[in-house]
């Protein structure tokens, strides 16, 4: 039995479930966002997709890493403005437009590669790192775990701010009123549907960005069907969150874990088969929703669409 | 304690058992239309992108339909789509949104496909076929068995459970094919089964007889749906949970049996594709009919009858899409857009119908904010 607990494999796996969780970190607390505000969001892993597709190509076209992250948040943004339109506008149902989202995006993304880079294949640089002084310095895993792309720091202060927001201000009161009781946010003079049409366009920002991430920073190329999943995954960190900003930490740290263990039990000298990397992410969801299976609460104006006067 | 969201059937009026005359014209544009507004659009994109499309477009039904073997293929295609399809519409139902056929078939599938070789030579075929029609059935229905237990016993929303445990079923067959059903040849593949002992082709074609299995499934759950108390009693499940408690319905149990019936079909379909046409499955192989198969079973309004006619459309769009994306150098991946803007445009023009329905004007009012979205 090797000796598991080196600085390498301690390093792969925490700094690696770091980067690898990242993308799901922004999805997840965008996913949050929606779901508190009554909006299930099942388009978003193809906002994902779109962030990742778009993010890689303004990229590869400015050469600048935070256009590319933008113009993939950009990207979601604008995917989420059709559940805006059909979901929250005109009260279709919001599982349909969401599959149909992941759908026409998957297929989309594919073709456009295709067209464009299918005979290319482009790669981006690395996208530049920042050192935090002396947190940086630390021994074992300082070095690398305060070391990482801006992007990586300003995703956990968001989620401080998303926290915050939720908790402390109106405009969090309101969100989870419009998921909970929307008719008696409207009765108090609130619009129900501006409030989730902000939720649901900040959720599709937040997921671009997460996709764009993915592809620019993790990545460094596009593949079509970049996220495998992920989107899906960020759904359930979103039920198990509650509400609870923190929660995409956890969820997107867990996750990024299970798939940097292979990378970091390599290192080590054990070889684990490919497939098992890209099951363990989705088990381990698993385990944790049959775990805690009675703790998994939903909004209970989710998914319902609110119309002024209907019922 | 049960999860609030909408349940399929609420997506689409049900179609009732019995549709003669009256509102044909009203059916046809509710599933016509939004195909042919979604080939419209994949018709601009093509043209957008450079490729001719009413060249992709007939390519697609040159090679799908007009060429007899295309036709032919087109056919056998529907098994498994026909399946599929049935598997969901038991689901969709009861309420249950069971997205996670992917995995549920290709472990199926892999298990059919790695024990059919020892079997079929243990045994005489035709009881060969029915013992690994039920091995591919017995693993679809169990696949679903945690998002079934988790709904029935938490309320705990289906729609992530079963796409999670899609995504592990993928994996896990993989894994099998890789590791125990791995065959003889190099690349990782199970055992071929030597072709006179697959399914039948009927007389005189290449079509085999899973065609037929399909269409007595899916004339099974339609006379489930429109003539049993069975039936009857998913119907008010997915119309109403709580109703079907008030009336004696024992929920928690009626929602495992359906999602292990959906599964089951799910398995057949792994069973029939493998046993029909291929004989072997390869690592990493993955038809996805998942979730392209759901705008089918929306188009039919969840009457098993009328997928027919849908899933023959989408036989022909896969079988000549395959052969129309790799002349005009395409991912086949283009299906999807369709299928995606299919779906699209079905909600679309199933609120424009609605709302003409009600008397209310079609083209929704202005509201206040409207302009800024």
Request: glycine residues 12%.
């Amino acid at each position: 039995m090797p000796d598991l607990f080196t600085s390498g494999f301690l390093t792969a796996l925490v700094v690696g479930g770091l980067v690898a969780g990242v993308p799901l970190l922004f999805a997840g607390l965008g996913e949050i966002i929606a779901e508190a505000s009554g909006v299930l969001n099942v388009g978003l892993e193809g906002m994902m997709l779109a962030g990742a597709f778009i993010g890689f190509v303004a990229t590869l076209l400015t050469q600048n890493v935070w256009f590319g992250l933008g113009a993939g948040a950009v990207a979601g943004l604008l995917l989420s403005l059709v559940m805006v339109l059909f979901c929250i506008r005109l009260g279709l149902d919001q599982i349909v437009v969401g599959v149909a989202i992941v759908l026409t995006v998957e297929g989309a993304t594919a073709v456009l590669h295709a067209t464009l880079y299918g005979e290319s294949y482009p790669r981006l640089d690395a996208a530049p790192r920042f050192a935090i002084p002396f947190l940086s310095d630390l021994p074992v895993l300082g070095g690398s775990l305060f070391t990482q792309p801006v992007i990586v720091y300003l995703g956990f202060i968001l989620v401080g701010v998303v926290a915050w927001v939720l908790r402390n201000t109106s405009v969090g009161l309101h969100l989870r009123a419009a998921g909970e009781q929307p008719a008696s946010l409207d009765a108090a003079g609130v619009d129900v549907v501006r409030i989730r049409s902000v939720a649901e366009m900040v959720c599709g920002a937040l997921a671009g960005l997460g996709g764009a991430y993915l592809a620019i920073v993790g990545a460094g190329t596009f593949v079509p069907f970049v996220t495998n999943g992920m989107g899906f995954i960020a759904i359930v960190i979103a039920m198990l969150a509650r509400g609870r900003a923190w929660w995409s930490v956890i969820g997107a740290f867990l996750f990024g874990m299970s798939l940097s263990l292979t990378t970091a039990l390599q290192l080590v000298g054990i070889d684990v088969p490919v497939d098992v990397v890209q099951m363990l992410p989705f088990v381990s969801v698993i385990v944790v929703l049959v775990i805690f299976a009675r703790d998994a609460r939903l909004p209970s104006a989710l998914g319902l669409p609110y119309l002024r006067g209907s019922r | 304690m049960t999860s609030p969201l909408t349940s399929p059937e609420a997506v689409v009026d049900v179609a009732p058992p019995t549709t003669r005359g009256a509102g044909l014209g009203d059916a046809l544009v509710r599933s016509l239309g939004p195909i042919v507004l979604a080939l419209i659009t994949c018709g601009a994109l093509l043209a957008i992108v450079g490729r001719d499309p009413v060249a992709f477009y007939s390519d697609i039904l040159q090679a799908g339909l007009v060429r007899p073997s295309g036709l032919q293929d087109s056919i056998t295609r529907m098994a498994p789509i026909l399946l599929v399809a049935a598997g969901m519409i038991v689901a969709f139902r009861a309420g249950m949104w069971n997205l996670g056929s992917d995995g549920q078939y290709l472990l199926a599938a892999a298990c059919v496909a790695g024990t059919a070789p020892n079997v079929l030579a243990a045994v005489p075929a035709p009881l060969g076929w029915l013992v690994l029609g039920l091995v591919g059935m017995a693993v679809g229905a169990s696949w679903t068995l945690v998002p079934a237990w988790l709904r029935a016993r938490y309320g705990l929303n289906e729609i992530v459970t079963t796409l999670m445990m899609s995504f592990v079923g993928t994996g896990l067959a993989n894994l099998l094919i890789k590791g125990p059903f791995d065959g003889p040849s190099t690349v990782p593949q199970t055992a071929v089964v030597d072709p006179s002992l697959l399914l039948f082709d009927l007389p005189g074609t290449r079509i085999h007889i899973g065609v037929i299995v399909a269409l007595i499934a899916v004339a099974a759950v339609y006379w489930v749906f429109s003539r049993t108390s069975f039936g009857m009693r998913i119907d008010v499940l997915g119309a109403n949970a709580r109703a079907a408690q008030h009336v004696g319905i024992r929920v928690s149990r009626l929602i495992i049996v359906t999602f292990l019936l959906s599964g089951a079909l799910m398995g057949l379909a792994a069973a029939v594709d493998m046993l029909g046409i291929f004989g072997y499955m390869r690592a990493d192989w993955n038809p996805a009919y998942g979730l392209k198969v759901v705008p089918l079973v929306f188009l039919a309004r969840l009457n098993a009858l009328a997928v027919i006619p849908f899933a023959a459309f989408f036989s022909v769009l896969s079988i000549g899409g395959e052969y129309a994306a790799r002349r005009a150098q395409l991912p086949s991946d283009f299906l999807l857009l369709v299928i995606g803007l299919v779906l699209t445009f079905m909600v679309v023009t199933q609120y424009l119908t609605d709302k003409r329905d009600r008397g209310e004007p079609i083209l929704p009012r202005r509201r206040a904010g409207m302009a800024r979205a």
